[in-house]
Nanobody, 121 residues
Framework: QVQLVESGGGLVQAGDSLRLSCAAS????????MAWFRQPPGKEREFVAA????????WYADSVKGRFTISRDGAKNTVYLQMNSLKPEDTAVYYC??????????????WGQGTQVTVSS
C-alpha cells in the first residue's frame, strides 16, 4: 500500500517559491509526526523540517529556517512544505516521511517516493 505520495517539485530559478505536498492515509496522518528530508545530488539525505501529530511542535534545519514553512491539514491528510527564496543549494530530491518524529531518518517508518526540486542560478 502506498503510504505517502509527494507532489509539487519542479525546476525554478533562484529566489522563486515552490510548495510541496504529501498526501497520506487518514490513519497514517493522524498517528504520526510528519517530516521532510532531502538528498542533494552526490550527498547524504538530510533533515529539512518536521511537525508533530497535533501540529503544535515544529522543527527546521538551520539551512532553511526563515525560508521554508511546514504545515499539515488534517481535513486533507496532507503535509506541505512551502519553500520561499529558493537557492541553488536547495536542489535535491525531497522526501516526505511519517513516524515517531525527530530530526533523524531513523525516527520515521514510512517514506514517499521523492520529488525533484531543481533551483537554477
Amino acid at each position: 500500500q502506498v503510504q505517502l505520495v509527494e507532489s509539487g517539485g519542479g525546476l525554478v530559478q533562484a529566489g522563486d517559491s515552490l510548495r510541496l505536498s504529501c498526501a497520506a492515509s487518514a490513519r497514517t496522518f493522524s498517528m504520526y509526526a510528519m517530516a521532510w528530508f532531502r538528498q542533494p545530488p552526490g550527498k547524504e539525505r538530510e533533515f529539512v523540517a518536521a511537525i508533530s501529530r497535533s501540529g503544535d511542535s515544529i522543527w527546521y534545519a538551520d539551512s532553511v529556517k526563515g525560508r521554508f514553512t511546514i504545515s499539515r491539514d488534517g481535513a486533507k491528510n496532507t503535509v506541505y512544505l512551502q519553500m520561499n527564496s529558493l537557492k541553488p543549494e536547495d536542489t535535491a530530491v525531497y522526501y516526505c516521511a511519517s513516524g515517531s518524529g525527530g530530526t533523524y531518518g531513523s525516527g520515521y517508518s514510512y517514506w514517499g517516493q521523492g520529488t525533484q526540486v531543481t533551483v537554477s542560478s
